[in-house]
Every structure is written in structure tokens, then in C-alpha cells.
Nanobody, 110 residues
């Protein structure tokens, strides 16, 4: 059974940084991605990375967030810099557009 476990969320001040991690139970995923969701809104795609490292980002996070993966460690990362209050959400890891983690809460606030 595929398992994805996120970590690294928390409370951070505006302008601060956080790094999210997603530990996967296997390494065979072609595509991995980060999504986020605010209560009452649809889950939105934040960033995606292919098995060879090609990346794509939502316009709202371009230049501030960086997605990466360590295939040897079966781990996906999201480095988030210059965080804004509107980045507050539950962040979810996704693999192959099919499997989901349980989410980790990021709160950007004074």
C-alpha cells in the first residue's frame, strides 16, 4: 500500500521560510506534486516535478517556492520562502496524480 507522509508545517511570520517534506513508501512515482487547500476552497496545485526533475509552479508561488525530490531517499520537498499570509493552507503531497498524504498545516501570521 502506497504511503505518503508530510512533515514540516507550522506557524511562521510573513517573510519567513519553511521546508516541507513528504516521505514516500516507494520510489517509482513518475510525477510528484504539492497541493494546498484552504477551508471552503478547492484544492489547488502548487508545484509539480517529474522523475527527471522537470518542474512547474503555480503563478502565485513562482520565484518563492522550490520543489525538489531525492529519489534515493524516496522524499519530496517544498522549500517555501518569502511566505505570505495568503500561503496559509493545508499542504498535501501527491504521487502520480493518484495518491495523497494526510496533509500538513502551514500558517503564515504575525
Amino acid at each position: 500500500q502506497v504511503q505518503l507522509v508530510e512533515s514540516g508545517g507550522g506557524l511562521v511570520q510573513p517573510g519567513g521560510s519553511l521546508r516541507l517534506s513528504c516521505a514516500a513508501s516507494e520510489s517509482s512515482f513518475t510525477v510528484m506534486a504539492w497541493y494546498r487547500q484552504v477551508p471552503g476552497k478547492q484544492r489547488e496545485l502548487v508545484a509539480v516535478i517529474s522523475s527527471v526533475g522537470n518542474t512547474n509552479y503555480a503563478d502565485s508561488v513562482k520565484g518563492r517556492f522550490t520543489i525538489s525530490r531525492d529519489n534515493a531517499k524516496n522524499t519530496l520537498y517544498l522549500q517555501m520562502n518569502s511566505l505570505k499570509p495568503e500561503d496559509t493552507a493545508v499542504y498535501y503531497c501527491n504521487a502520480n496524480w493518484k495518491y495523497w498524504g494526510q496533509g500538513t498545516l502551514v500558517t503564515v501570521s504575525e
